[in-house]
């Protein structure tokens, strides 16, 4: 991953969305524990997943595709109206509801400004062709999302028909599987023989996962229409996960590394909670009381874990980068042994007991939500505190 070629963007741009992204992390982290799984909780984590992926694929995306650099100006100009439209949503969750008659348009603009620049960057990029289409179809998703979420945020402040909060399922479908899952599907398969020394040849149907994920979404997002196709949609994101996962077994088992890199643990576990999402979604659809099971081990586990394991690497380049421009003839600590690895260990166990007890706790026992959130946040905390750390190795330094 290490490159500082011509498609390697300026990392201030994206190291400073991924610090606003943790930041966001560490606010859903609190408000779990205070206000429990509430809507602003929700949205807490919804922003640091949407400021994660757009700062990781600022960077991301070049380097995969081959597509034009982007400037850090560039970057945090047309990444400012997420950072305020989400802080305005959080405000108006926590009780300004006039604040979301400005954040939603705001959201809406900023996704589509975004959108369409990213979109315009990777159409024409020479490599991956099956990545720069996957990272198109997630971004007209996300596009749509943020329409829908624009009018659902008006509805919340009465100046629109209230009868758009019945959108609710279809806007959650497209942000967390059309969007999200479809972008980290994606770039998994490039991580996971990347992190592991892994030389692996594509066969027809390798990627077919990231395609029928997708499908999921959109076919989940048309719940209104009928509930059956949210059951066709989580089947298929059930089939989509599985085959993923056979892929990066497969991969894995051609590593030239015998011990599995950290990311990859946090990926690992990550997988785990998406079959978790998937299935407790389909048997939401009968009993729509687990649905908040499915949203807690999709958004506090899957994506999160995903997210933050792969930041391990996105922010370590990321600063490396940062340090090898600012001291060019300076000798580097190298990115390999960077990370504690204890530390990062004791992390993730605190996260997957953490979102695990979280997603138990809404089905089943609600009263014990608050002792699952502490451990989660414990575990956030201190993967947030690795990053900052692994960081601060390469940044800190002095010429």
Not at 7 to 25: E, R, Y
Not at 230 to 252: K, Q
């Amino acid at each position: 991953m290490i490159s500082s070629g011509d498609n390697v963007s300026d990392p201030a741009g994206s190291g400073a969305l991924l610090a606003v992204a943790l930041a966001f992390f560490l606010c859903g982290c609190v408000s779990l524990i205070v206000n429990g799984a509430s809507l602003l909780t929700l949205h807490a984590f919804a922003a640091f997943i949407v400021m994660a992926v757009v700062g990781a694929s600022n960077q991301l995306v070049p380097v995969l595709t081959g597509a034009k650099a982007a400037p850090a100006r560039t970057v945090m100009l047309l990444s400012a109206p997420l950072v305020l439209g989400f802080v305005l949503l959080l405000g108006g969750f926590h009780g300004i509801h006039v604040l979301f008659s400005i954040a939603g348009p705001l959201l809406f603009v900023g996704v589509t400004a975004w959108g369409i620049w990213t979109i315009n960057r990777i159409r024409t990029a020479p490599l991956e062709a099956q990545t720069r289409a996957a990272v198109i179809a997630a971004t007209v998703a996300f596009i749509a999302a943020a329409g829908i979420g624009a009018v659902m945020a008006l509805a919340l402040d009465g100046r629109a028909a209230v009868g758009a909060l019945l959108l609710a399922p279809t806007h959650a479908s497209l942000v967390v599987i059309a969007f999200a899952s479809t972008f980290v599907f994606a770039v998994s398969y490039r991580f996971v023989p990347m992190f592991s020394l892994a030389h692996t040849t594509e066969g027809r149907w390798t990627r077919s996962a990231q395609w029928t994920i997708a499908v999921a979404g959109v076919a989940g997002g048309l719940v209104f229409l009928s509930i059956w196709y949210m059951r066709a949609g989580s089947i298929i994101a059930i089939v989509s996960v599985i085959a993923a996962v056979v892929v990066h077994l497969h991969t894995l088992k051609k590593r030239m590394r015998k011990k599995i890199d950290v990311s990859l643990r946090y990926a690992s576990a990550a997988w785990v909670f998406a079959l978790f999402a998937a299935g407790c979604t389909l048997g939401a659809t009968w009993h729509p009381d687990k649905a908040p099971a499915a949203v807690a081990f999709a958004i506090l586990g899957w994506l999160s874990l995903s997210i933050l394991g792969y930041s391990y690497k996105v922010v370590g380049f990321l600063a490396w980068e940062y340090a090898r421009r600012m001291h060019p003839t300076a000798k580097l600590p190298p990115l390999g042994n960077a990370v504690p690895e204890r530390a990062s260990n004791v992390s993730l166990a605190l996260l997957v007991v953490g979102a695990l007890g979280a997603a138990l706790s809404t089905a089943f026992a609600p009263e014990a939500l608050r002792m699952a959130a502490v451990v989660y946040a414990a575990g956030g905390i201190g993967a947030v505190a690795v990053l900052a750390r692994l960081g601060w190795q390469y940044v800190g330094l002095k010429a």
